[in-house]
């Protein structure tokens, strides 16, 4: 019987720049870290660049939203009441929005911070 050495959960570590990107899990103690631009040299283009910071919606977050909006125009509640509801809304689309750091060079995405 011969040994499958490829497992497919483990394909992202093999590629040449095996290490990149880097997922990391967003906590209090490295939310400030994840929120600045980093200075580095890029691994993919090799040239010392300082990271872009994009704010991209995990995944399910839009769908969240947009039922949240519906619910909304469909509610009769008081425009006051709204507001705050609304507030809440934008509050929780950014709290669930990972933080990926870029290549400003090769596009590249190279660190990538994710809430748990
Ligand atoms: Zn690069």
Avoid: W
């Amino acid at each position: 019987m011969s040994v499958n050495i490829e497992d497919p959960g483990r394909t992202h570590h093999v590629f040449k720049h095996g290490n990149y990107p880097i997922y990391k899990r967003i906590t209090s103690s490295n939310l400030e870290e994840a929120e600045s631009t980093q200075t580095m040299d890029c691994p993919f283009c090799n040239q010392q660049i300082q990271t872009v910071i994009r704010y991209e919606a995990g995944e399910g977050t839009c769908t969240t939203a947009a039922l949240c909006c519906c619910f909304l125009f469909l509610t009769s509640i008081g425009p006051y009441i709204r507001g705050i509801i609304g507030l809440l809304i934008v509050f929780c689309c950014n709290s669930f929005q990972d933080i990926k750091h870029y290549c400003p060079e090769c596009q590249k995405l190279i660190k990538a911070y994710e809430r748990g």
